[in-house]
């Protein structure tokens, strides 16, 4: 089986996130969609992924949460070997400015999105990030492009040689 | 009057003393007016009739006046050699003004006033010495005047300043108070705004969303119009479904969701999310039916996802209104007057409503019987107990369970407002409501530490009680007592 | 691993073992060595049931221990005089490799100073707004540009280039497919121009020089470029045709930017002196795998192209071509693929009927298989029959049908797993497999008759 790479929302209030997941469904012919409630079951959600060989390409998470909040959860996966390299995203209405700074410093936070969010804004950065992800952990890229920015994937064939002619 | 002598003779008293110390001697009256006498000794009294006109010849006399509704007399000039005593009197022939006594011993002339008289016309010169002497007195008591008139002002300038300055200062003290107090106003309330802002982002973001994808899904349902009208009660059916449909919790959805697989195998998970959330029978119907996949099932789950739409756009809206309704009762802008009768369970309930943001996964236990009504500052209630409130919540941390009760007898009102936390600092216990006292130092989340002594404040303006102590069972407890 | 892997990899060990165990009548002993290599990496090959360059280098394994006089087989009864084992080892140095050394260094050197993607720029100004042309500006620049750097590589590099000017097309312009599909089939055209253009060609070339045939870079380009520049015009028409832009003008912003560092001057230097001297090797002679050392030597040393660099280099490809070499070599000298052509009655064909099958079996296996592997496993054969008389003149049948069988591999276009550059663009999302089937085929059938055409009216005037 080849490694499926996930995208992992995780938020608190069942019709946003449901909002989140339907304007993110086309990338999920690519990368599946997992959805969790609280940080406790984003754990058990990141181990069985994990269990099964796959990767964690991004997550997107709220910072309110029941039990530990987002940030916590951002900054464990931070530290841990498999998910380290997962693009880290937090959207929420409110997370304080120190919260905040921990998430950039200790989880490489790679952006906050602020509630209410833009469809087009929140398309484009899972767009980026996930090509970024791509690019950095994926052999061939080719079989993601349509979904993800076209141009830098054909750079990085174009200049990383990951594909040759045969 | 004619002047004999210069005007460097005025400043010589003591000559003139001398000369008409000589005049008496020679004429041998001296023994008649000359008077010595001792430290100590009282000349005349204030408001005493004027008698008799004083010349000092030798030592010096202090004099006093009474001070206005007293009885005690404070020293007011000190006469040497040369001077009149009483000569205001003499010349005006009005009561005494000032009480004199002999500060050392001293010599004087004490003429009765019909002597001086009969003086004037039997000694020519002695009457010439006497005028050049009452002037010289008169200009000096005249110079006297005028340095002590100066002096006056220039006091009265001063004190007058330092009045100002005093006013200013007050003024200024009672304005930085009040700014104070609004600033620690405006941080309660930029805290709430932020949480308030939260609370509205997050239906309003569902609003958002929820109203385009109502536009694309409008589409489809123009397409339904002309297609298939057998079909439209199904659709409707669908349609209402998605009206009255909640939200699985994710475990649940992910469930259904493997389940649904097993019938649907080739819908994408979009569809097969959706399809957890429709009902049973009318997911059967669709199994019966063979719309297993791809736009057909695309078009039926779209019925259902307009009726979610509009689900959602409903509770989101009710959501926002329910949250600005709360605002507004707990900020009072509605209401012109400050202090009305109010239920306080009211402003409670607001408060917990616009701290819900950080409250929200705390147990909450409300035992909120039926109070009578007061009257209070309803909004400034609502800061006492969003400052406890808050308090409470930078002291648990995430977790925790907030207690709120209230009750009354015949003459107080009390709430009590008891938290999880680690409880209060005994040793800080008694300083807690003390102005910039506060634990929190440079981490403050939340106001600027006045918090609770602006909550004593608000609480005493009642005429009531605020109060702090320990659980036994750990956490802190907030007592109010407001009069009723 | 999926079921078609090891489906591949239990038909290529029965293959390997098949002649182990099987005596073939007429075939030698180290024929039959020989045929179980043939075999399994006929079957590995196709089945990818292993990765191509390491069935490459298995072939050449297999070969030192069962066929050199190294090996573990004692060939002293046998009539077979086993080569010494370096001759198997020296096809990954062969001069068409070296070769290719150079020819990687240049492009990965342009790649590293954008050279590729300004000259594009510049090249592409010409051709002004105007959609069609716009489209041949592309398919020019891009086959120039493949005929010298790898197809692949040439191919992406020109996505990032159209993905622009598609986002400013009108949604359902049919141009747009258009657009996206000229750049691969322009890629794979473009990559017959040359001897470095694509690896078929090398295997090709490298299987005429070991029967002493000596095929100068110029001399390929007289034989091929002509094709190339012809079978470009008709692609062009053929997308024209089925997606005819909607509208007349596309603006374009073309900021191109030489860079000028020192070594980006060395590359544009080394770049020109190592072309110029290619495609005139038939005036001053110089063996154009001694100038590819011009651009791996100048480069290096100028520090224009690094450690790192070096490391990047495609080298699985090289190595998939020196097993393709290899293949051929141990199917001569075993007499393997004597045996094999002798097997079928070839007399009953025509001349030109052999090529047309030639061509088509390499137009239709390259179309699933990698085109160097079709090559590889088709030029033995092909160079056998020619060398058994059955063509008029063994050189000029040599020639013939080397060239047939590299071209016509090149011409395979139809799917997305046809070559690298197909699979880009149907990657982008932007076009339909069937899209590309239609074209595609339209395009190769095409081709195929015009090798056959030039095959009767071209070279045999000019070999």
Not at chain 2, 175 to 190: P, S, V, W
Not at chain 3, 204 to 214: D, R
Request: hydrophobic content about 45%.
């Amino acid at each position: 089986m080849e490694t499926k790479i996930y995208i992992l929302v995780v938020e608190d209030e069942p019709d946003v996130l449901d909002s989140i997941v339907r304007d993110i469904t086309v990338f999920e012919k690519f990368f599946p969609i997992e959805m969790a409630d609280s940080a406790e079951e984003a754990r058990e959600l990141i181990d069985s992924i994990l269990e099964k060989d796959d990767q964690i390409g991004l997550i997107l998470c709220d910072h309110v949460l029941p039990g530990d909040n987002g940030v916590e959860l951002l900054v464990e996966m931070q530290n841990r070997a498999e998910t380290e390299d997962t693009q880290k995203v937090l959207i929420t209405g409110q997370a304080g400015l120190q919260e905040t700074v921990r998430a950039v410093n200790e989880a490489d936070l790679k952006h906050y999105i602020a509630k209410p969010w833009q469809k087009d804004e929140l398309t484009k950065i899972t767009k980026e990030l996930l090509t970024d992800y791509v690019i950095d952990h994926v052999e061939a890229p080719l079989k993601y492009m349509q979904v993800l920015d076209g141009e830098r994937i054909a750079e990085h064939i174009r200049t990383g040689r990951g594909i040759t002619d045969r | 009057m004619k002047f004999k002598l210069g005007k460097q003779w005025i400043d010589d008293r003591n000559r003139v003393v001398q000369l008409i110390r000589r005049l008496f001697d020679d004429s041998g009256h001296s023994e008649r007016f000359l008077k010595s006498v001792a430290e100590g000794e009282v000349l005349l009294k204030e408001g005493d009739p004027l008698e008799d006109i004083f010349l000092l010849l030798e030592g010096s006399v202090e004099l006093y006046k009474k001070k206005p509704d007293t009885d005690t007399d404070f020293p007011i000039a000190r006469l040497e050699a040369g001077s009149f005593i009483g000569i205001i009197a003499f010349t005006t022939g009005e009561p005494s003004l000032t009480t004199a006594v002999a500060a050392a011993p001293s010599v004087l002339l004490k003429i009765p006033d019909e002597e001086v008289r009969s003086l004037f016309k039997k000694n020519k010169q002695f009457r010439n010495y006497m005028d050049e002497l009452i002037l010289a007195n008169l200009l000096d008591r005249f110079r006297n005047t005028i340095i002590l008139q100066i002096k006056l002002n220039s006091a009265n300038n001063k004190l007058r300043e330092e009045r100002n300055e005093l006013q200013k200062a007050y003024r200024e003290l009672k304005e930085a108070q009040d700014r104070l107090i609004y600033q620690e106003k405006m941080a309660t309330l930029g805290q709430l705004v932020a949480g308030f802002a939260h609370e509205v982002n997050n239906p309003t973001a569902s609003l958002l969303r929820s109203t385009e994808t109502l536009e694309e899904r409008i589409s489809s349902l123009m397409l339904l119009l002309e297609k298939e009208p057998d079909d439209l009660d199904f659709f409707i059916s669908l349609y209402n479904a998605g009206r009255k449909a909640g939200y699985p919790d994710t475990a649940t959805l992910r469930e259904l969701t493997a389940q649904l697989k097993e019938s649907f195998t080739e819908a994408t998970p979009a569809q097969l999310r959706l399809l957890a959330q429709v009902p049973e029978s009318l997911t059967a119907r669709l199994l019966e039916n063979k719309v297993l996949k791809g736009e057909e099932l695309d078009f039926y789950l779209n019925q259902f996802e307009l009726g979610k739409m509009f689900q959602n756009i409903e509770s989101s809206g009710n959501r926002i209104a329910g949250l600005v309704k709360s605002l507004k009762s707990y900020s009072r802008t509605d209401t012109e007057r400050e202090w009305e009768k109010i239920d306080i369970r009211e402003g409670i309930h607001d408060t917990l409503q616009l701290t819900s943001n950080r409250i929200k996964y705390y147990d909450i236990d409300l035992d909120l019987p039926e109070v009578p009504m007061i009257r209070a500052n309803a909004a400034a209630l609502n800061q006492v107990w969003t400052n406890i409130i808050l308090n409470a919540a930078d002291a648990m941390g995430k977790n925790g369970s907030l207690s709120i009760q209230c009750n009354n007898n015949q003459e107080t009102l009390w709430v009590e407002i008891r938290d999880s936390g680690p409880g209060i600092d005994e040793e800080i216990i008694e300083r807690i409501f003390d102005s910039n006292f506060s634990t929190k130092k440079s981490e403050v989340k939340f106001g600027l530490g006045l918090g609770l002594s602006i909550s004593r404040d608000i609480i005493h303006q009642h005429g009531g009680t605020i109060s702090a102590k320990n659980s036994a069972k750990g956490g802190a407890i907030f007592t109010v007592t407001l009069p009723l | 691993m999926s079921k078609l892997k090891w489906t591949g990899l239990i038909l290529g060990v029965t293959g390997f073992l098949t002649p182990l165990v099987y005596t073939f009548p007429g075939l030698s002993l180290a024929g039959h060595f020989a045929m179980s290599i043939f075999l399994m990496a006929a079957v590995f090959w196709m089945f990818e049931t292993i990765p191509i360059y390491s069935t490459s280098i298995l072939v050449i394994f297999f070969q030192v221990i069962l066929l050199s006089a190294e090996g573990f087989i004692d060939y002293s009864a046998a009539p077979y005089d086993p080569l010494p084992f370096n001759h198997f080892i020296a096809t990954l140095a062969d001069p068409i490799i070296i070769l290719f050394l150079g020819g990687f260094v240049l492009a990965d050197a342009s790649v590293k100073y954008d050279f590729d993607k300004n000259l594009t720029r510049v090249l592409l100004k010409p051709f002004g707004s105007r959609t069609e042309y716009i489209i041949l500006g592309l398919m020019v620049v891009t086959a120039i540009l493949s005929a010298f750097m790898s197809n692949t590589a040439t191919t992406a590099m020109m996505i990032t280039v159209i993905l622009p000017i598609i986002a400013r097309m009108e949604p359902g312009d049919p141009a747009r497919i258009g657009v996206v599909l000229c750049i691969p089939f322009a890629a794979n055209i473009g990559g017959i121009a040359t001897p470095i253009g694509t690896p078929p060609n090398a295997v090709v070339i490298a299987a005429l020089n070991q029967q002493g045939l000596q095929v100068a870079f110029s001399s390929w380009m007289i034989y091929a470029a002509p094709l190339a520049v012809v079978m470009l015009f008709i692609a062009w028409k053929v997308l024209l045709r089925l997606y005819p832009p909607a509208t007349d003008i596309i603006s374009l912003t073309l900021d191109s930017k030489l860079k000028t560092s020192p070594n980006a001057i060395v590359l544009y230097a080394t770049f020109a002196i190592t072309v110029l001297l290619w495609i005139t090797e038939g005036i001053h002679g110089i063996r154009s795998s001694i100038v590819a050392l011009i651009p791996v030597a100048v480069l290096t040393l100028t520090s224009a192209f690094e450690k790192q660099d070096i490391r990047k280099l495609p080298w699985e490809v090289l190595w998939l071509i020196a097993g393709g070499i290899a293949l051929g070599i141990s199917m001569k000298e075993t007499g393997l693929a004597e045996w094999m052509v002798g097997a079928i009655s070839w007399d009953q064909f025509g001349y030109l009927m052999l090529l047309a099958v030639f061509g088509t079996v390499a137009l239709l296996m390259s179309n699933f298989l990698s085109n160097t592997v079709t090559a590889s496993l088709l030029i033995p054969l092909g160079i056998s029959l020619a060398m058994s008389g059955i063509m008029e003149g063994q050189v000029f049948g040599m020639m013939m049908i080397g060239l047939v069988i590299a071209l016509a591999s090149s011409f395979a276009m139809v799917l997305p797993i046809s070559t690298p550059p197909n699979a880009i663009a149907v990657s982008t999302g932007l076009l339909e497999t069937k899209d590309m089937i239609t074209s595609g085929l339209i395009i190769g059938v095409i081709g195929l008759v015009l090798i056959m055409l030039l095959s009767v009216i071209y070279w045999p005037y000019i070999l």
